[in-house]
């Protein structure tokens, strides 16, 4: 599979915590800031690190942020700048733009001129932002504790028509499907309200369309995220 490239676009606490966690997780990460002094103290841990003004189409062009798979412009202290470039990014053409906002004016805002996803930034929300762009097939992840996770993972390809057991799902992953969330067929008198499967079994089949919910520590969800 083909490295994901993704640009990640002002580098304070929010911004760092999505394109280290990408850079760990083994993606191209082209990271962003206005402010040298904040590019200096990242280069170690993000090898790709630009001062530059994300306001500067050209700028953005010379660097091939055109190019990536997604940006996420985590701009926190000028709305301005933020607004320009998520216009930016869109007018060139790329695919997915997560902005961050502060409050639910800047996210209709934002939503306004073209941002894909716009979000309130944490920490914990910054892992999950990057989790999901390393995978679609990842619906949803919460943390537990002690570094376990529970992610909705869409059931890939290559496991639907199998046995749970024929997948060996755990020992490849290290993760516990412990439900599998399933479309009731039309004709059921419960319409379309989903099906659940609690605790499936190794005789248990996935089907096209499931949604697995999986238990695992944050590492294994991660690789398991990569690998979809």
Same mark, same amino acid.
């Not at 997604?70 to 695919?95: C, S, W």
């Not at 997560?98 to 209709?108: E, F, I, P, W, Y």
């Not at 805002?109 to 990842?138: K, W």
């Given at each position: ?58 700028? %953005?062009?010379?660097? &091939? #942020?055109? =190019? +990536?798979? $997604? ?5 926190? @202290?000028?709305?301005?700048?933020? !607004?320009?470039?998520?216009?930016? %990014?869109?007018?060139? &053409? #790329?695919? =997915? +733009?997560? $902005? ?5 004016? @800047?996210?209709?805002?934002?939503? !306004? ?116």
């Amino acid at each position: 599979m083909a490295t994901q490239m993704f640009a990640v676009i002002g580098l304070g606490r929010f911004g760092y915590t999505v394109a280290s966690h990408l850079v760990k997780s083994g993606a191209e990460v082209i990271a962003i800031d206005s402010d040298e002094n904040i590019i200096n103290d990242v280069s170690k841990q993000i090898p790709v690190a630009i001062c530059m003004n994300s306001t500067d189409k050209d700028a %953005l062009l010379a660097h &091939g #942020v055109e =190019k +990536v798979d $997604a940006a996420v412009v985590a701009i926190g @202290q000028n709305f301005e700048a933020n !607004l320009l470039t998520t216009a930016l %990014l869109k007018e060139i &053409g #790329v695919p =997915k +733009v997560v $902005a961050r906002a502060s409050n639910d004016t @800047q996210k209709r805002i934002l939503e !306004l001129i073209g941002a894909d996803q716009v979000i309130f930034p944490e920490d914990a929300i910054g892992i999950r932002v990057a989790q999901s762009l390393l995978s679609s097939r990842i619906v949803d992840i919460t943390s537990l504790f002690e570094g376990l996770s529970v992610a909705q993972v869409v059931a890939p390809k290559e496991l639907v028509g199998k046995k749970i057991g024929e997948t060996k799902f755990r020992q490849k992953y290290k993760c516990n499907i412990v439900v599998i969330k399933r479309k009731a067929n039309k004709s059921d008198i419960t319409g379309e309200s989903p099906r659940y499967n609690v605790l499936p079994g190794p005789d248990d089949t996935i089907h096209v369309g499931d949604i697995l919910v999986v238990i695992g520590h944050e590492k294994d969800i991660e690789k398991l995220a990569s690998s979809l």
